[in-house]
T-cell receptor, first 116, second 112 residues
Framework: GDSVTQMEGPVTLSEEAFLTINCTYT??????LFWYVQYPGEGLQLLLK?????DKGSNKGFEATYRKETTSFHLEKGSVQVSDSAVYFC???????????????FGKGTRLHILP | NAGVTQTPKFQVLKTGQSMTLQCAQD?????MSWYRQDPGMGLRLIHY???????DQGEVPNGYNVSRSTTEDFPLRLLSAAPSQTSVYFC???????????FGDGTRLSIL
């Protein structure tokens, strides 16, 4: 079945550092890909999405490019801030897959700590 | 615009007690779901509903019941609480099961 694998955390960086959080997926069809962010004490919020190969999703300085050849959707930000400290979830939904299950599948999350 | 509202935010129960976690959304979403979030386990789907009157089991349904009598509400019931059900519970909704989901702020539940 479909699955999402993302790098284990926690990831600790200094303010203004470059961020990469890796995410790879397996899918039988052509999934849409998402990144969600969860700030302390809150629910998940959609951060960005991409619906087809080579699409780039972006929001709040974060970017991720849908790479079909490497089945990846890595999250990047050029200069992180303390306020970016949160848990980040990679996710997919596969409307065209053979397992006929459209539900969104989440990775296990990566906790990010940004030090001032 | 309230979005997805969960109540209560915190609850402590004794083993064997029952309770209902409430979830309401005001976006006219057909799809609603319940997840539990545990350290190192990410989000695990408990139950979901694709519309009023329709519910189905997710990955970890045992010990939980749901109903969907209206589009807006999707309560989660624990019939006999167990310490293994100590977790943070999130309700989410969306137009369909493949669309980005809107999450509530969660209910932190402790079973003693």
């Amino acid at each position: 079945g479909d699955s999402v694998t993302q790098m284990e955390g926690p990831v600790t960086l200094s303010e203004e550092a470059f961020l990469t959080i890796n995410c790879t997926y397996t899918a039988t069809g052509y999934p849409s890909l998402f990144w969600y962010v969860q700030y302390p004490g809150e629910g998940l919020q959609l951060l960005l999405k991409a619906t087809k190969a080579d699409d780039k999703g972006s929001n709040k300085g974060f970017e991720a490019t849908y790479r079909k050849e490497t089945t990846s959707f890595h999250l990047e930000k050029g200069s992180v801030q303390v306020s970016d400290s949160a848990v980040y979830f990679c996710a997919l939904s596969d409307q065209s897959g053979t397992d006929r299950d459209d539900k969104i599948i989440f990775g296990k999350g990566t906790r990010l700590h940004i030090l001032p | 615009n309230a979005g997805v509202t969960q109540t209560p935010k915190f609850q402590v129960l004794k083993t064997g007690q029952s309770m209902t976690l409430q979830c309401a959304q005001d976006m006219n979403h057909e799809y609603m779901s319940w997840y539990r979030q545990d350290p190192g386990m990410g989000l695990r789907l408990i139950h979901y509903s694709v519309g009023a009157g329709i519910t189905d089991q997710g990955e970890v349904p045992n010990g939980y019941n749901v109903s969907r009598s209206t589009t807006e509400d999707f309560p989660l019931r624990l019939l006999s609480a167990a310490p293994s059900q100590t977790s943070v519970y999130f309700c989410a909704s969306s137009y369909s099961e493949s669309q980005p989901q809107h999450f509530g702020d969660g209910t932190r539940l402790s079973i003693l």
